[in-house]
């Protein structure tokens, strides 16, 4: 069962809101000043009570966007609220005022990502052990094992320098060693 979105939005943020449907998915796109009444009103006026989750997304070279997904539990019908912000400033408003359920996902938005939610209760890391500098889940990220040891797929398999013989030099059981080769 899908519920048109489009209408209420429109109504309420008139052309400050892109509505779009793709695969059966609603998605509204409002800019960051408009992020916490967004979600509040899709609360209080659309029914979309039950907040599922709330993540980043890199888009590098310039923002992230900051995605959520949110239920009507009554139409059965889904909603994701989008929002871009700039990654030189990666700031949001806190809507744990309006989802409690946020909390965590917004500490871990905050961890991995950088993304500040700007009157969250209690910012502080969820996941990585104290200390931990960075956030993982940006794409200019540096994996420390990646530059601790070679990529495994930097070779092919049997070039490693184990000694293992080369499987383009190996032939298949009961071929013999002279077959196919001119001579």
Not at 31 to 56: K, S, Y
Request: hydrophobic share 40%; charged share 25%; glycine share 8%.
């Amino acid at each position: 069962m899908s519920r048109d979105f489009a209408e209420p939005l429109a109504g309420r943020f008139g052309e400050l809101v892109q509505v779009t449907e793709t695969f059966g998915e609603i998605t509204a796109d409002v800019p960051a000043e408009l992020w916490h009444d967004l979600l509040t009103f899709a609360r209080d006026e659309l029914g979309c009570v039950f907040f599922d989750w709330l993540t980043g997304v890199d888009d590098p070279p310039e923002a992230f966007s900051v995605v959520a997904h949110l239920y009507d539990p009554q139409a059965r019908a889904h909603l994701l609220a989008r929002t871009s912000i700039p990654r030189d400033d990666p700031r949001l408003p806190s809507v744990t005022d309006v989802y409690r359920g946020a909390d965590w996902h917004e500490r871990e938005t905050f961890e991995m990502f950088g993304v500040v939610f700007d009157g969250h209760p209690n910012l502080v890391p969820l996941l990585l052990p104290d200390g931990f500098e960075g956030h993982p889940l940006r794409k200019d990220f540096i994996l420390a094992a990646r530059v601790a040891k070679p990529w495994p797929g930097a070779k092919e398999p049997g070039e490693s320098d184990h000694g293992a013989p080369s499987r383009r030099k190996t032939l298949p059981p009961g071929v013999p060693v002279d077959w196919g080769r001119d001579g």
